[in-house]
């Protein structure tokens, strides 16, 4: 833990931070650079349980001890060389000055880093308090056994509650900022709960959702302003959705040719993206999908596996092959024109959240149903199925769920229309 002496003046507010996926990219340290040490077969299990924490089939302690254990045998400078090569999230910096200026202690909890790490990370930002799991070591080579309260349930909610304790600051005066469902035991200590590109269960509980910068939570840290901040239209937003909306294309392109064909097309895509995605992490520029990457993903996602792509063609490639002409095409086109629209607009004009998911706008999903109503409407000849369909789609668009809405959005709305007579 790292405590640096208090300021003359008693600072107003704490704020907790999560590290993984706010501070730093989301799972880079295990699944990218930690493969130059575990290998390959090792970086597939590491994979694996991660995949079955993310469905809830393990817990987050037996997770993390499943997945250290296979760094026995390495040394502590070891993993400490690899995460000094991990950037920060763009802005990071600049936020923690800004939040110091503005008289905040902060605190850094994390179930994933080692703590020897996570308080290196917090001298780098002029943190007050850093917290991590705690690493087993035998002449500095790890045992592969892990523990600290960090990993147990509610472990991160204790740390901050001591933390509170010993600032002697209730909840009203302290801030969590967050993005997995690791860190919901902290949200009841703390009256404001902030997501930053969270997962849908953070999207329900926080009161602020931010997906871009961390910079745009600022405003509201410093009092501000009361209203909840509508989100900018960014250069890199334009772009991805131009590319989200370019998918309307592939139905009029299987009118004249076979839907087989060009999901197979999708899927050497795929293939092709996935692989360029490995090789732009690993340091190598790969042209065209490479540099498209660069100016369309958003802050969080600059480091990290870009998934948001695969999904999209997969949406496409399963609504062709699940569904029956004409339904296949009205559902790619409710996930083209609906959902790309819908975020176009939201953010553009968006003012009104909806309670149960933050981070979208009742005025993109009005617009993006309007769209994906008329784009569906092209291939259905009945107009109550297009709207049913459309409305469907919208729905889950506006849903916090755990599945992507490239994915949900397109196979639902195709079901929808394909129960209706």
């Known amino acids: 833990m790292v405590d640096k002496k208090r300021s003359a003046s008693k ?27 575990l290998g390959y077969w090792k970086t597939f299990k590491v994979l694996v349980i991660g995949f079955l924490y993310e469905v809830g089939a393990l817990s987050l302690e037996s997770a993390l001890k499943r997945i250290f254990i296979l760094f026995k045998g390495l040394t502590v400078d070891d993993l400490f060389q690899l995460y000094k090569q991990i950037p920060l999230i763009p802005g990071v910096e600049e936020f923690f000055k800004k939040l110091k200026e503005a008289g905040y202690r ?17 001298a ?61 035991p902290m949200f009841p200590l703390c009256t404001l709960r902030i997501g930053y590109n969270p997962d849908f269960l953070v999207s329900m509980k926080s009161d602020l959702v931010f997906r871009d910068a961390l910079s745009e939570a600022l405003p509201h840290l410093r009092g501000e302003t009361l209203k909840v901040p509508s989100p900018a239209l960014s250069k890199s937003d334009f772009i991805r959705e131009t590319i989200h909306i370019s998918g309307a294309l592939i139905p009029f392109v299987c009118v004249y ?24 992490l690993e340091g190598t520029h790969a042209p065209l999908f490479s540099t498209v990457t660069r100016r369309a993903a958003i802050k969080p996602e ?42 176009i607009f939201g953010k553009k004009f968006g003012k009104t959240v909806f309670p149960f998911n933050k981070g979208k706008r009742v005025e993109g999903s009005i617009f993006g149903f309007l769209s994906g109503f008329l784009g569906a409407w092209l291939f259905v000849a009945s107009p109550v199925k297009a709207l049913v369909g459309a409305a469907v789609g919208m729905l889950v668009e506006s849903l916090p769920t755990p599945v992507s809405d490239n994915l949900a959005v397109p196979i639902m709305s195709g079901l929808a229309m394909t129960a209706i007579p």
């Open 11 to 37: 600072p107003n507010r704490l704020i907790a931070f999560d590290v993984e996926g706010v501070i730093i990219p989301k799972r880079r340290y295990l699944l990218f650079e930690a493969r130059r040490r």
């Open 106 to 122: 902060v605190a850094l909890i994390s179930s994933g880093f080692p703590a020897p790490f996570v308080e290196h990370l917090a």
């Open 124 to 184: 780098r930002l002029n943190a007050d308090y850093a917290f991590g799991l705690q690493l087993e070591v035998d002449n500095e080579i790890l045992t592969g056994e892990i523990g600290g309260d960090v990993i147990k349930p509610n472990g991160k909610a204790l740390v901050l509650k001591k933390v509170l304790e010993s600032e002697k600051l209730s909840p009203q005066d302290c801030v969590v900022v967050a993005d997995d469902r690791n860190n919901l």
């Open 257 to 280: 040719t076979d839907r087989h064909l060009v999901s197979l097309l999708i899927l050497i895509v795929i293939i092709l993206y996935t692989v360029s995605e490995v090789a732009r």
């Open 302 to 343: 600059l480091y990290e596996f870009v998934t948001a792509p695969i999904l999209f063609a997969l949406g496409i490639m399963i609504s062709l092959i699940l569904f029956p002409v004409p339904v296949n095409y009205a559902s790619i086109m409710i996930l083209a024109l609906g959902d790309g629209f819908a975020t």
